[in-house]
């Protein structure tokens, strides 16, 4: 279970985040939506520990402890997953070493046995098929070159090999074709868990058709002014956020 | 000899002419070398080691860095050979997967009796410096001086000047040399000493060689060191090149000079991986003295502490329809300083020349420096020549995506230096030995991510 309460944060002197509390239970997908520069993709890098970022007040919790306290990797080895809005490229890595290099880091970091070569290579293997990313693509340095689609699949592929307790999704759908964004909503919701919960921040409801959410929630201005059941991204869709953003003035 | 009437400058200078007055006759040649050796040394005392007054020397002041000149380091007794063959495999093991023949030199001077001699295939000619200065050949000493290739360098001067120890190697026309040849460089001295090597390696019309320099220096004694190496590339010949010189300790001095010269369609590939280790000057001298050849000079400096490393080049179209290419990687950390001073000379009659030179650094702190200077003087008006230097530090935002997937930060740094380093290394063409050198790297940075 993941809880943040009454969170302020902010960077380079400029208050991003201003009295957010959300909380979101084991085994809840809750979605966000919101305007542009409302703070979404902040939230998640709080959330994942992001350097440069100062919570002024507030905690973040989960399984009640104090993500606060940790780095990123610490984190990410408890479970935190972002899918990020822009995922980066690195040169000269390729993907499988990337992905041996986080899965086993993670694993160490928990105390377990690091996966052997053909047991990591099985995974991969399975796990690219299932989200339709091609084997020569692992070969390739990550996400170089990748189309912006490629790089969200390859964002969902890392999400399903690391197993996250906690997995944000920043506007993952965005870039993705019709058939990518069935395949991608078919990678997440086997991953589906009662011990798993989602925070899905898009933009449109048509993703939310496919990863039905259990809750939706209208941030603005850095703070959650309005939730609702999924009916909610109807609403919402249908006319905008003018009924909510002028609450958070 | 004029020169050694006029009033030295340091006490170094000084004494490095004290000692020149002493050895001039006893060095390796005698007479047949002294006129050169004379020349070589009037030059270094007219100008006196290089300050940040000289132009090539702009960043490395080497005078203040040689605030004495160190005695210089005498052919290894017997059983100091003996005790150097005892930790050979300790010290500098064999790289993995290279069926390397080896050539040992201890304090500089060549070492047979530890050296893969009887292994050398047909056409392969090795000998000391001492040796084969001995007949006297007057082509051998020409090609020795390198006319033409760092002239006016007073480093150089003193080089030539004090020149012993090192070996010459000749491959004979068309002879494939299919073993790399790998030159271990060994200090035996726990004493403070200078070395002065010069080596020479030719390589006839066709030939192929690669040859892999590694120095390795474990003593923690200071050490000035002023070694040579000269290449020339008959036409259609090729050579591979890998020098990886000792990381000495700090207070220490390593002028490291590489003379080459191409003719026709030849074909040379060097690359440098300096770790520091006190103050280091890499320094090149190439030239294209016959047509449709190519070079390539890369390297890959990884920096800490206070090191000093300085690569200096200067690459001399002279023929048309030539290709050089330098690439280099940088990483500083702490208080580390480098250099990369790159200079492509077209001649006006070098057309068709096509040459592109990069140098890349990341910073890890704010104490360390890089300085780029890449320059091209180009006479011919039908060239491609281009250059490219940059500055950065590691990408806050690549970092952080790392370590969100939960790469430690250290891990994640390591990661990305590698990939950055990696891709100098990615030049060296004999795989097994590209992978030692990318063992070497990834060492260094495996040892600074555990501080
Ligand atoms: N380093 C920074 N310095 C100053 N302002 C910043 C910085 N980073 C983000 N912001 C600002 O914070 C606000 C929130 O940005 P954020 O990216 O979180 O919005 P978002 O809700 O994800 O928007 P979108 O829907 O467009 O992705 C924006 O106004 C943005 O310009
Ligand atoms: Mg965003």
Redesign the pocket.
């Known amino acids: 279970m993941l809880e943040i309460r009454n969170l302020h944060a902010e960077?380079?002197g400029?208050k991003?985040i201003n009295g957010l509390s959300l909380t979101v239970n084991d085994g809840e997908i809750a979605a966000i939506m919101?305007?542009?520069?409302?703070?979404?993709?902040?939230?998640s890098y709080v959330i994942s520990g992001r350097e440069?970022y100062t919570v002024t007040d507030g905690e973040i919790l989960l399984d009640g402890a104090n993500l606060l306290e940790m780095d990123a990797s610490v984190r990410a080895a408890k479970g935190v997953f972002l899918a990020f809005?822009y995922p980066l490229e690195i040169p000269g890595v390729t993907t499988m070493t990337f992905l041996k290099a986080c899965m086993n880091a993670q694993r160490k970091a928990r105390g377990e046995a690091e996966f052997s070569t053909p047991d990591f290579m099985k995974r991969v293997r399975a796990g690219a098929e299932k989200l339709g990313v091609p084997q020569d693509m692992l070969r390739r340095a990550l996400n170089v070159g990748f189309s912006g689609g490629e790089k969200k699949r390859m964002e969902v592929l890392q999400m399903s090999l690391l197993e996250p307790t906690f997995a944000i999704l920043?506007?993952t759908d965005s870039g993705l074709d019709i058939d990518a964004l069935r395949i991608v909503a078919d990678g997440v919701n086997a991953l589906r868990d009662p011990k798993r919960s989602f925070l899905v921040?898009t933009?449109y409801q048509r993703l939310l058709d496919y990863i039905v959410p259990d809750t939706v929630h209208v941030?603005s201005k850095g703070r959650i002014v309005k939730t609702g059941g999924k009916e909610l991204a109807l609403e919402l869709e249908a006319n905008g956020y003018r009924d909510f953003v002028g609450e958070a003035a | 000899m004029n020169a050694r009437s006029a009033p030295p400058q340091t006490s170094a200078e000084a004494k490095i002419a004290a000692d020149y007055v002493g050895a001039r006759l006893s060095l390796p040649g005698g007479h047949a070398v002294a006129d050169l050796r004379d020349a070589a040394f009037d030059a270094f005392m007219a100008a006196g080691f290089p300050t940040r007054r000289v132009e090539a020397w702009h960043y490395t002041d080497l005078k203040r860095a040689m605030s004495e000149a160190l005695p210089i380091a005498s052919p290894p007794s017997a059983t100091s050979i003996l005790a150097q063959g005892a930790r050979l495999a300790s010290l500098c093991p064999r790289m993995e997967d290279v069926d390397s023949l080896r050539v040992v030199l201890v304090d500089g001077h060549f070492i047979p009796a530890l050296s893969d001699v009887v292994r050398l295939p047909q056409g392969v000619a090795l000998h000391s410096l001492a040796d084969a200065l001995a007949h006297g050949d007057a082509a051998l000493i020409e090609a020795l001086a390198a006319p033409g290739l760092g002239q006016g360098d007073a480093a150089l001067a003193l080089n030539t000047a004090f020149m012993q120890g090192g070996f010459v190697l000749d491959i004979a026309a068309g002879v494939d040399v299919v073993h790399p040849i790998e030159v271990v460089s060994l200090s035996s001295s726990v004493a403070a000493q200078a070395i002065y090597g010069r080596s020479l390696v030719r390589l006839g019309a066709g030939a192929r060689l690669t040859l892999v320099e590694a120095e390795a220096c474990d003593n923690g004694s200071i050490e000035q060191r002023n070694c040579a190496l000269v290449c020339q590339i008959a036409d259609d010949a090729t050579l591979e090149h890998v020098f990886v010189p000792a990381e000495l300790s700090q207070g220490s001095t390593h002028v490291a000079h590489l003379l080459a010269s191409l003719q026709s369609r030849a074909s040379f590939n060097s690359f440098t991986l300096a770790r520091g280790g006190g103050l280091v000057r890499r320094q090149v001298f190439l030239r294209f003295d016959g047509d449709h050849s190519k070079a390539q000079l890369a390297g890959a400096n990884l920096l800490k502490g206070r090191d000093h490393c300085d690569t200096t080049l200067i690459v001399q179209h002279v023929a048309p329809h030539c290709e050089s290419r330098e690439y280099f990687k940088s990483v500083l950390d702490e208080e580390a300083t480098g250099v990369y001073q790159g200079k492509v000379i077209v001649a006006p009659g070098a057309q068709k020349t096509d040459g592109a030179m990069k140098s890349h650094a990341i910073l890890l702190s704010d104490g360390a420096t890089m300085n780029n200077k890449p320059e091209l003087e180009i006479f011919a008006d039908d060239v491609v020549c281009g250059h490219g230097a940059t500055v950065s530090q590691l990408d806050e935002d690549q970092l952080f995506y790392a370590q969100a997937r939960g790469l430690p930060k250290h891990d994640a740094e390591a990661m990305l230096l590698e990939a950055f380093v990696d891709e100098s290394a990615d030049r060296i063409e004999n795989e097994a030995i590209r992978a030692h050198v990318i063992a070497l790297m990834g060492g260094w940075l495996a040892a600074r991510r555990r501080a």
């Open positions: 960077i380079d400029k991003i919101g305007p542009n520069g409302s703070g979404k993709s902040t939230l440069g809005q920043d506007e921040i933009h941030m």
